[in-house]
């Protein structure tokens, strides 16, 4: 059995139909870049018609409350920080001993 062989060049690339398919996807996309720049350019003025028609809704939510007095006292913040350092200083003093 013998496999053909087929020789595409440049030439015959050109009679067939190479021009016109890359006319065809040149186009393609010029017209899809013209699309995205015009809806681009038109979405402020199609966002301040839809806050017209859909204006925002109001806070549901309660503001929460952050003043200083729901937080804990300096001595028991200094406390939890000591004992977190201390912990974590014991830990990597074990981990060495061990990997000796």
């Known amino acids: 059995m013998m496999i053909p062989a087929f020789t595409v060049g440049l030439a015959q690339t ?12 040149m186009g393609i996309v010029f017209v899809a870049i013209i699309l995205i720049t015009v809806f681009i350019s038109a979405l402020p003025h199609i966002l301040k018609l839809l806050a017209k028609v859909l204006p925002e809704a109001a806070a549901r939510h309660t503001p929460v409350d952050t003043s200083e007095s729901m ?3 300096e001595g028991i913040l200094a406390a939890i920080g000591f004992v977190l350092h201390t912990e974590i200083q014991r830990q990597v003093t074990t981990d060495e001993g061990t990997s000796r």
């Open 14 to 25: 050109v009679i067939s139909d190479g021009f016109p398919i890359a006319a065809t996807g």
């Open 71 to 73: 937080l804990p006292d």
